[in-house]
């Protein structure tokens, strides 16, 4: 069986966990393409060859999920040279064999816009930067302001902008617990299924 949920959405809006949860339940193979372009942007030197040339010891670093991390990560990722050296890696990854849950900002517009299940999660900024903050502690009105930059930047760029695909389904997670969310998104895919 060829299965892809595509899952995409703004930082810290509940995109990693919901995706976990869906590729336990129905047994998928799970990819976070966000900790590709914070290694890209972690590594250092020339953003383009550092996207040629990732290891798994790259993705295996301790710092990928500071805020210094994803801040590199979303000015690398505005860059077409390394969008186009992790564009064949996830698309085999989508759609190899055995069902595939992918997390980022462009699986259901530009990675994979064939997969049979798209969703959008979101929330508002303040829900968003008040959760990275309980993870990362530190000021929470910076933690904010990066949210805020990092949402322009994402959905401002050229090249694979975050929006939802004209066919994702919405949810909206800033007034629901993990298991409401994650309940909503089992739920989607279970209808697809169903249909396949
Ligand atoms: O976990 P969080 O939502 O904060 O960020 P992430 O998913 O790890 O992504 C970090 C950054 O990588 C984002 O701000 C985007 O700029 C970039 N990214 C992207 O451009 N395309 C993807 N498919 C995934 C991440």
């Not at 590729?23 to 060859?49: C, I, N, Q, S, W």
């Not at 055995?98 to 517009?109: C, E, N, S």
């Amino acid at each position: 069986m060829i299965f892809t949920v595509a899952i995409d959405g703004p930082a810290a809006a509940g995109k990693g966990t919901i995706s976990r949860a869906v590729a336990d339940r129905f047994g998928f193979r799970h990819l976070d393409t966000g900790l590709l372009y914070r290694a890209v942007g972690m590594k250092g030197g020339d953003p383009g060859e550092a996207a040629r040339s990732l290891t798994p010891e790259d993705l295996g670093r301790g710092d990928l999920r500071t805020l210094e991390a994803g801040q590199a990560a979303s000015r690398v990722a505005a860059l077409p040279e390394v969008r186009a050296a992790l564009v064949e890696f996830q698309r085999r990854f989508a759609r190899g064999e055995g069902g595939a849950v992918l997390d980022g900002r462009d699986i259901g517009t530009v990675i994979c816009p064939e997969a049979e299940v798209k969703l959008y999660v979101t929330a508002s900024p303040e829900v968003r930067a008040h959760r990275r903050w309980l993870e990362l502690g530190g000021d929470e009105a910076q933690v904010l302001a990066e949210v805020r930059e990092r949402d322009a930047r994402d959905m401002g760029r050229a090249d694979a902008p975050l929006r939802p695909a004209s066919d994702a389904v919405l949810i909206d997670t800033s007034r629901m617990t993990i298991d409401e969310a994650v309940a909503a998104a089992v739920a989607v895919v279970e209808a697809r299924l169903v249909g396949t």
